[in-house]
């Protein structure tokens, strides 16, 4: 029967089995206790002596920290490269989701240009259906005028035969005759469906070439507008420079004017005449200090 040891410094208890030592232990990195044999290193069965087995469990210890140690390090790597690898999927994400919205936008504005080109080529469309429609009426009307005109002959014949059985020979050559016109006149009409076919498919051709010169006169109109528009605003600064110094000039000159109207509106009274109302111009001072009208000055002079 197991008998159990004394109290040891390790962790667990440590009992002999048939007078050999066994611990019962949960080491670090288990989740459960688990009772092991206590054998040497090269040994087939668990240590008898108390020390050689408290010897091997200590060993088992350190070697379970070690290994518990160094998964604990290996999860941390892991849970990091994890973290990191998450972080470049979210930017590549939005890289993706970045650059779809701007195609998004890109394709949209294609569309809206693409479905003015695609109406205009709907309605040239429309115009060639109305125009092989008219052709099959115009073929249909002429079908069945000739099937008409077949059956008015056959008619003819059958009462040409009821009423002259002597002429039914020469009535049925007339009838070859006919039936010879109306072949060569059904294989008119398919030469003229044949070249019918032709011209729509010409013309076919030649509306999807005038919607290719449409795309590329829609794009030189748009490089015109866009220099137009560059020499419009150029030409659009210089005249607003122009105006600003045509209005400096302008302004200029008014206060000059103004000037020369307020010396104008001066007036005084010569001190010699006693004339009032003389320009202020017209008055010239005297070494006296006096101011004298340009009659009086001449005067003094002499």
Same mark, same amino acid.
């Given at each position: 029967m197991a008998r159990s040891s004394p109290k040891v410094t @390790?962790?667990?208890?440590?009992?002999?089995?048939?007078? %050999?030592?066994?611990w019962k232990v949960r080491l670090p990195g288990e989740t459960r206790t688990k009772a092991r044999a206590l054998k040497p290193a090269d040994a087939r069965f668990a240590a008898t002596d108390r020390k050689v087995a408290e010897e091997v469990a200590r060993e088992m210890w350190r070697l379970a920290i070690e290994a518990e140690t160094e998964a604990r390090f290996k999860d941390k790597a892991r849970a990091k490269a994890?973290?990191? #690898?998450? %972080?470049? #999927?979210?930017?590549? =994400?939005?890289?993706? *989701?970045?650059?779809? *919205?701007?195609?998004?936008?890109? @394709?949209?504005?294609?569309?809206?240009? @693409?479905?003015?080109?695609?109406?205009?080529?709907?309605?040239?469309?429309?115009?060639?259906?109305?125009t092989r429609a008219e052709f099959k009426a115009q073929a249909e009307h002429t079908e069945q005028y000739y099937a008409g005109e077949i059956t008015k002959i056959r008619e003819t014949i059958e009462k040409a035969k009821t009423e002259y059985e002597d002429k039914l020979q020469a009535c049925r050559q007339a009838l070859l005759t006919e039936e010879?016109?109306?072949? =060569?006149? =059904?294989?008119? %009409?398919?030469? *003229?469906?044949?070249?019918?076919?032709?011209?729509?498919? %010409?013309?076919e051709q030649y509306y999807a070439g005038e919607i290719a010169k449409i795309r590329v006169k829609i794009e030189k109109a748009k490089v015109e507008f866009e220099e137009r528009d560059k020499v419009y605003n150029e030409a659009l600064a210089r005249a607003e420079e122009k105006a600003k110094a045509e209005a400096q000039a302008r302004a200029v000159a008014e206060a000059k004017l103004k000037e020369v109207l307020a010396n104008l509106l001066r007036t005084g009274a010569c001190e010699c005449c006693g004339k009032k109302d003389v320009p202020q111009n017209d008055l010239s001072e005297i070494d006296s200090g006096q101011l004298l009208c340009r009659e009086c000055l001449q005067m003094l002079r002499g």
């Amino acid at each position: 029967m197991a008998r159990s040891s004394p109290k040891v410094t @390790l962790p667990g208890s440590m009992y002999q089995k048939n007078s %050999r030592w066994w611990w019962k232990v949960r080491l670090p990195g288990e989740t459960r206790t688990k009772a092991r044999a206590l054998k040497p290193a090269d040994a087939r069965f668990a240590a008898t002596d108390r020390k050689v087995a408290e010897e091997v469990a200590r060993e088992m210890w350190r070697l379970a920290i070690e290994a518990e140690t160094e998964a604990r390090f290996k999860d941390k790597a892991r849970a990091k490269a994890d973290k990191a #690898k998450a %972080r470049e #999927k979210a930017k590549a =994400a939005e890289a993706i *989701t970045k650059t779809k *919205t701007e195609y998004e936008e890109k @394709l949209k504005v294609y569309k809206k240009n @693409l479905a003015g080109a695609e109406e205009k080529a709907k309605t040239q469309a429309t115009e060639l259906a109305k125009t092989r429609a008219e052709f099959k009426a115009q073929a249909e009307h002429t079908e069945q005028y000739y099937a008409g005109e077949i059956t008015k002959i056959r008619e003819t014949i059958e009462k040409a035969k009821t009423e002259y059985e002597d002429k039914l020979q020469a009535c049925r050559q007339a009838l070859l005759t006919e039936e010879a016109k109306v072949k =060569a006149q =059904a294989e008119e %009409r398919s030469k *003229t469906e044949a070249e019918l076919k032709a011209k729509a498919e %010409r013309l076919e051709q030649y509306y999807a070439g005038e919607i290719a010169k449409i795309r590329v006169k829609i794009e030189k109109a748009k490089v015109e507008f866009e220099e137009r528009d560059k020499v419009y605003n150029e030409a659009l600064a210089r005249a607003e420079e122009k105006a600003k110094a045509e209005a400096q000039a302008r302004a200029v000159a008014e206060a000059k004017l103004k000037e020369v109207l307020a010396n104008l509106l001066r007036t005084g009274a010569c001190e010699c005449c006693g004339k009032k109302d003389v320009p202020q111009n017209d008055l010239s001072e005297i070494d006296s200090g006096q101011l004298l009208c340009r009659e009086c000055l001449q005067m003094l002079r002499g």
